[in-house]
């Protein structure tokens, strides 16, 4: 940047006045709203309040309930009813609960395993809130046990599909040009229809976290921002190195990178699942969705195909995409918070829409050279269509 | 599970068989029996783990100062009104009624926007002589239309219905006279008639009327009043407590004491509102019966009445042995969430 002195602005006294002058009009007319009311009659007649049961906690003869106040002002929580009985509880820190102030209700139940309950919170305005208990069983607490377990739904989820994936590669290498050039589409319809999918549960989760957190602004800050940066990155990778090689290793490394958002995302899901009970068995389902998750592993490889990648890269890459879903699952087994997943998914489809736009420019690069118009076309609409069909063979 | 069913429940169903499986081998050796979380088939589990809970309960006390009454007092507090003779030797009954809007605690921490005669719930037992003059003034100090509608035998004009007359719905500031005889002697009530009639009477406006036979009954040690209603704090048409005498769980907390021997007599009027049915069953003990309370001959010796709403009637019994008895709604989720009370009998 050129420097000129005489056109430098220079920050005085006044300049810094001029800044402060409507912020200090806006503090007066603040203050004269909040002492006259600014002639609305804001008074309502009933009391608008909040209260969201963020998760239970079953442990034996105790239900314990985390709270937040979602509403505008203070609440107090006045009475509690587990199953059309008014039962003692404690509350702590206190019984009035500030707003976004959280609290934990601890009700000495007698529930028993396999039934269902339902509480009813009454404050002392009379309004109530209520939160089902679909399933009682004892919720997972940290130890070995649960760790371990969730630590195996990861690897089912995430890792192992994922390295049977990346152990397509040495078939691969032995590909024509027009074929890899195939695959890559069909990774970007793959990361498309991921991307849909990662947006749509970011959406549902959106719908769970208190209207103060604005689900669907946090799903735009995480998306835009996750793009630009890795935008950002990828520019400054590009300007650092011309090296073809590299910059596909980087895609690839970026597409492990959004995965890996993506399976996070899966494994929070997971782990909530299970400490609300909605839990069913089918071994045909897991097998199921190893087949469609291998469709990952394919998706990470495909940039790198025609290049000599270490094994070391490899295995980096396939343990970026699948282990986030161990610990997404950790995650969402011991604090499911809907705000978090909603964060990680918004983070996933951002970076997973990222990768796309840099396959795109991997492609056009090599349609360049050979114009192969209904090889893309085929290859995306291929990548989506696995998706969507292993999904139907599963449901 | 709803029958949206995407991806992710099937990610969650997959990664759940594998959960399930997983800790239920891994973990065997470590859950305690009756304790096990790791299987998948909840519905078909059979625990035996103890039940070790609170037992249902408010928490705290209401302010009874600050509700104007205690369900202490209105057990007993038969009002008589204003007594004196009319010339025809006839004996004149008055009392001052007036509807008041008050916001009562109905259970500890909540304010409910109650309607009241005479600012609490139940209203004053109204207790006469068949054949008593009553004479009611009756004066609306709320903001919507009231009005006394008593069971018994009176003049159309004093029925305190809608289109019976200035009676049947006195305006906000207005007042009104209810004159007629007491009569059929029995255990009766009142309650307010104003549509919408639901919600009149069970935001609280309704008590007991009592009239003894002209030879009086026979006598007993103890005497109450016992009113069951409920309380439908959040209007939605269905109550979120219940309770004898407006404030739940009261007597279980303030256990009624009487003594080994002494004759009870208690007067039960159900008034609860949205629910069909309400009932009374008395622990380790039986009771005569008089429904109505119409016949000095009891109906049945039993230990669980039930009665529709308005029902009501007269309960006779002694207990024999000293210690704490319950008394409930024996539709059981009445009582736990407040219809539930203790006699402590002593020696």
């Not at chain 1, 607490?141 to 192992?160: K, R």
């Not at chain 1, 094994?311 to 699948?322: D, E, P, Q, Y």
Request: charged share 15%.
């Amino acid at each position: 940047m050129t420097q000129q002195p005489t056109q430098t602005p220079r920050f005085t006294f006044r300049t810094f006045i001029l800044l402060l002058l409507p912020i200090l009009l806006l503090a007066g007319v603040i203050a004269l709203f909040l002492s006259t009311g600014g002639g609305l009659n804001l008074d309502s007649a009933a009391p608008v309040e909040g209260l969201d049961v963020e998760r239970y906690n079953l442990t034996q003869n105790v239900i314990e309930l985390h709270v937040r106040n979602t509403g505008p002002e203070e609440i107090n929580v006045a009475q509690v009813v587990v199953n059309e009985a008014i039962m003692p509880f404690t509350i702590t820190p206190n019984t009035a609960i500030p707003r976004l102030g959280r609290a934990v209700i601890q009700i000495n139940y007698p529930w028993s395993y396999g039934e269902a309950y339902g509480v009813t919170i009454f404050t002392s305005n009379a309004i109530a809130f209520g939160v089902d208990i679909p399933v009682a069983f004892e919720t997972p607490q940290p130890d070995s046990a649960t760790f371990w377990g969730f630590t195996l739904i990861g690897l089912y989820v995430g890792v192992i599909p994922i390295f049977l994936g990346i152990f397509w590669f040495p078939a691969l290498r032995q590909l024509g040009r027009r074929t890899m050039t195939f695959l890559m589409a069909a990774t970007a319809g793959l990361l498309i229809f991921l991307g849909l999918d990662t947006l749509a549960e970011a959406l549902e989760f959106a719908g769970e976290v208190p209207s103060a957190f604005q689900g669907i602004g946090l799903i735009g800050i995480g998306a835009v921002a996750t793009f630009l940066l890795l935008d950002a990155i990828s520019k400054q990778q590009t300007n650092a190195s011309a090296d073809e090689t590299q910059r596909r290793l980087s895609i690839a490394f970026m597409i492990a990178v959004g995965i890996g958002f993506h399976n996070l995302g899966e494994g929070l899901a997971i782990g909530a699942a299970y400490n609300v009970g909605e839990i069913a068995l089918g071994t045909f389902l897991v097998v199921g969705f190893i087949i469609q998750n291998i469709t990952e592993g394919l998706g990470i490889i495909a940039p790198v195909l025609r290049d000599r990648p270490s094994i070391k890269n490899l295995a980096v890459m396939g343990l970026i995409g699948g282990a986030p879903a161990i610990l997404g699952a950790w995650i969402g087994g011991y604090t499911p918070s809907p705000f978090l997943a909603v964060l990680f998914l918004a983070i996933g489809a951002g970076a997973i829409f990222e990768v796309i736009y840099e396959i795109a420019k991997l492609i056009q690069k090599d349609t360049t050279r050979e114009p192969m118009p209904m090889t893309v076309f085929s290859g995306v609409l291929a990548g989506m269509l696995l998706l969507w069909v292993t999904g139907l063979l599963i449901k | 599970m709803n029958n949206k069913f995407s991806r992710r429940d099937f990610l969650k169903i997959g990664g759940l068989a594998v959960l399930g499986t997983a800790s239920a081998t891994a973990v065997a050796q470590n859950s305690q029996p009756g304790h096990n979380n790791s299987h998948v088939s909840p519905a078909l589990q059979q625990h035996d783990d103890g039940h070790e809970g609170d037992l249902p309960n408010t928490v705290g006390e209401v302010d009874h100062e600050k509700n104007g009454f205690n369900p202490d007092d209105i057990l007993t507090d038969f009002d008589y009104g204003k007594t004196s003779t009319l010339p025809s030797g006839q004996t004149l009954r008055e009392y001052e009624i007036i509807a008041l809007n008050k916001n009562v605690e109905v259970v500890p921490g909540i304010e409910y926007p109650a309607w009241t005669y005479n600012g609490r719930i139940p209203g004053p037992t109204i207790r006469a002589t068949e054949g008593d003059r009553i004479r009611i003034h009756f004066s609306n100090g709320s903001n919507h239309p009231h009005s006394m509608h008593f069971h018994g035998f009176h003049a159309g004009m004093m029925d305190g219905v809608p289109g019976s007359g200035p009676g049947g719905m006195v305006q906000p500031g207005e007042s009104f006279v209810y004159e007629f005889d007491a009569e059929p002697f029995g255990l009766h009530l009142y309650h307010c008639h104003v549509f919408p009639l639901a919600r009149h009477i069970a935001k609280g406006l309704y008590g007991t009327f009592i009239v003894d036979p002209k030879q009086g009954r026979p006598p007993v040690d103890r005497e109450m009043v016992m009113v069951m209603s409920g309380f439908d704090v959040d209007f939605d048409d269905a109550n979120d407590f219940y309770a004898v005498n407006a404030i739940p769980f009261h007597y279980q907390n303030h256990p009624i004491q009487i003594k080994v021997g002494e004759k009870i007599r208690v007067y039960l009027v159900n008034i609860l509102e949205f629910d069909l049915i309400n009932s009374f069953h008395l622990h380790a003990n039986f009771f005569q019966y008089y429904p109505t309370g119409t016949s000095l001959t009891p109906a049945e010796f039993t230990d669980t009445i039930i009665q529709g709403q308005a029902q009501r009637g007269i309960l006779e019994f002694t207990y024999k042995y000293p210690g704490m008895y319950m008394f409930h709604a024996h539709v059981t989720e009445f009582a736990e969430l407040g219809w539930n009370g203790m006699f402590e009998v002593t020696e």
